[in-house]
């Protein structure tokens, strides 16, 4: 007989995951506790207008095995991501300037405020040190360019001064560039498929037993272990578990409107992603879809994006690592209720920020382990 898989979540990790399964033979059963599948890449449309609820998604990677597998899945539309900042130089500025993000060398040359950067750069290590955030990006850049475009942008997105964050997760984030590189990413691949990540998803899961409006929990442990053979859960293990409150996320909130444009390809910000460090305005960006898209259509969707939402987006990860080590605690209380084996994957599970290539990499790597453990 087939030995037989439940999936608990059909975003990018499940979807992988359980077809990965399904094609070594698994008869896989993926349950999504909404309506939809994608998760939290998902592209919506108002008015006909593609839009991100949940926050811009590029995809890029540097991984063949990715790369091939999203390729297979029609995920094939070169896109070059470029971020834009709105920095004001002086309280007294009536408006900002827009300067590339990641910082380039290059433009900072042309401000006024270049003699006291160029100092302090002049300064600084040769390698970032410090073990919290602050300490470890103003080591990178210096203070002046830390206070411009970051300080107050940490401060709204994670509601809590940046000198209580770890340092962990700023060489993912933080850099500054000399060698002129304006794209975000420098991965080999980048794609942004024209109606959102929705098809390329779909078209994976097509092989794959879905069944929406499903939400499991770890009360339902006994049932699963009559029903399958392993389960890989994809779910936040706080909320599994029936203990909400018990991990810390940072959320964010979309807030997204639509706006007539009177030509087709008409947009009203300045780029896809603009980053808005200021504290003059609540949010921490603004996104417009359209931008990467290309869509032409009478209308545009403007995102502003406000910190602080209650989602689970963004694992907290403090400098004392507390949060990592409850989630783990949560891992080992959530198997010792199954009677079968459990592995857990995926963004939310193992309470790490990953990209849609990371997620998928882990979705192939869980679905390999199972099928070496479980045999076919
Ligand atoms: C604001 C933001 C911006 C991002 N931007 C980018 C980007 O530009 N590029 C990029 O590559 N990546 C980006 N990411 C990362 C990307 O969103 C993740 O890599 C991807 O969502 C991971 O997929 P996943 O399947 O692990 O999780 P998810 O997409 O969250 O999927 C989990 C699924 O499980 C379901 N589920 C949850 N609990 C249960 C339950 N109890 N029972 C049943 N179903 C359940 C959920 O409804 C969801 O469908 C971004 C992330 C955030 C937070």
Same mark, same amino acid.
């Given at each position: 007989?087939?030995?037989?898989?439940?999936?608990?979540?059909?975003?990018?990790?499940?979807?992988?995951?359980?077809?990965?399964?399904?094609?070594?033979?698994?008869?896989?059963?993926?349950?999504?506790?909404?309506?939809?599948?994608?998760?939290?890449?998902?592209?919506?449309?108002?008015?006909?207008?593609?839009?991100?609820?949940?926050?811009?998604?590029?995809?890029?990677?540097?991984?063949?095995?990715?790369?091939?597998?999203?390729?297979?899945?029609?995920?094939?539309?070169?896109?070059?991501?470029?971020?834009l900042t709105e920095v004001y130089l002086s309280p007294d500025d009536d408006e900002g300037r827009l300067l590339s993000w990641p910082p380039q060398v290059e433009e900072l040359r042309e401000l006024p405020v270049w003699p006291t950067v160029e100092r302090e750069l002049a300064s600084l290590?040769?390698?970032?040190?410090?073990?919290?955030?602050e300490?470890?990006v103003v080591s990178m850049m210096g203070r002046t360019l830390y206070d411009l475009f970051i300080k107050d942008y940490t401060a $709204?997105?994670?509601?809590?001064?940046a000198?209580?964050?770890?340092?962990?997760?700023?060489? $993912?984030?933080v850099e500054l560039r000399r060698?002129g590189?304006?794209?975000?990413?420098?991965?080999?691949?980048?794609?942004?498929?024209?109606?959102? =990540?929705?098809?390329? =998803?779909?078209?994976?899961?097509?092989?794959?037993?879905?069944?929406?409006?499903?939400?499991?929990?770890?009360?339902?442990?006994?049932?699963?272990?009559?029903?399958?053979?392993?389960? =890989?859960?994809?779910?936040?293990?706080?909320?599994?578990?029936?203990?909400?409150?018990?991990?810390?996320?940072?959320?964010?909130?979309?807030?997204?409107?639509?706006?007539?444009?009177?030509?087709? +390809?008409?947009?009203?910000?300045?780029?896809?992603?603009?980053n808005r460090p200021s504290t003059r305005?609540?949010?921490?960006?603004?996104?417009?879809? $359209?931008?990467?898209?290309?869509?032409? =259509? +009478?209308?545009?969707?403007?995102?502003?994006?406000?910190?602080?939402?209650?989602?689970?987006?963004?694992?907290?990860?403090?400098?004392?690592?507390?949060?990592?080590?409850?989630?783990?605690?949560?891992?080992?209380?959530?198997?010792?209720?199954?009677?079968?084996?459990?592995?857990?994957?995926?963004?939310?599970?193992?309470?790490?920020?990953?990209?849609?290539?990371?997620?998928?990499?882990?979705?192939?790597?869980?679905?390999?382990?199972?099928?070496?453990?479980? +045999?076919?």
């Open positions: 007989m087939r030995r037989r898989i439940g999936v608990v979540g059909a975003g990018w990790t499940g979807a992988v995951a359980g077809r990965r399964l399904t094609d070594a033979g698994f008869a896989v059963e993926v349950m999504e506790k909404t309506s939809v599948v994608g998760g939290h890449s998902r592209a919506e449309t108002m008015n006909g207008v593609v839009y991100e609820p949940n926050g811009a998604h590029i995809f890029h990677t540097d991984n063949q095995a990715v790369n091939q597998f999203v390729n297979d899945h029609g995920l094939t539309r070169p896109y070059d991501h470029k971020v290590p040769a390698q970032p040190v410090g073990d919290n955030f300490d470890y $709204k997105q994670w509601g809590r001064p000198t209580e964050l770890s340092a962990r997760f700023a060489p $993912k984030r060698d590189h304006r794209g975000l990413f420098r991965d080999r691949w980048q794609y942004f498929p024209p109606n959102g =990540i929705n098809e390329v =998803i779909e078209s994976v899961l097509s092989t794959v037993a879905v069944t929406l409006d499903s939400e499991i929990t770890v009360d339902d442990a006994h049932r699963l272990g009559q029903d399958y053979d392993a389960v =890989i859960i994809t779910a936040a293990l706080d909320d599994f578990a029936g203990c909400p409150g018990e991990l810390e996320w940072r959320g964010i909130e979309m807030c997204s409107r639509f706006e007539l444009t009177d030509d087709p +390809g008409g947009v009203l910000t300045p780029a896809y992603v603009t305005v609540p949010y921490t960006r603004t996104v417009e879809t $359209k931008h990467a898209t290309g869509q032409r =259509i +009478g209308g545009t969707v403007v995102s502003e994006e406000m910190p602080g939402a209650p989602h689970r987006h963004y694992p907290v990860l403090t400098a004392d690592g507390a949060n990592e080590r409850r989630n783990i605690e949560l891992s080992e209380k959530i198997a010792e209720r199954f009677e079968i084996p459990v592995y857990f994957a995926g963004r939310l599970a193992t309470y790490r920020y990953i990209n849609q290539d990371e997620a998928i990499a882990d979705a192939m790597a869980v679905a390999d382990r199972v099928a070496t453990e479980l +045999g076919g």
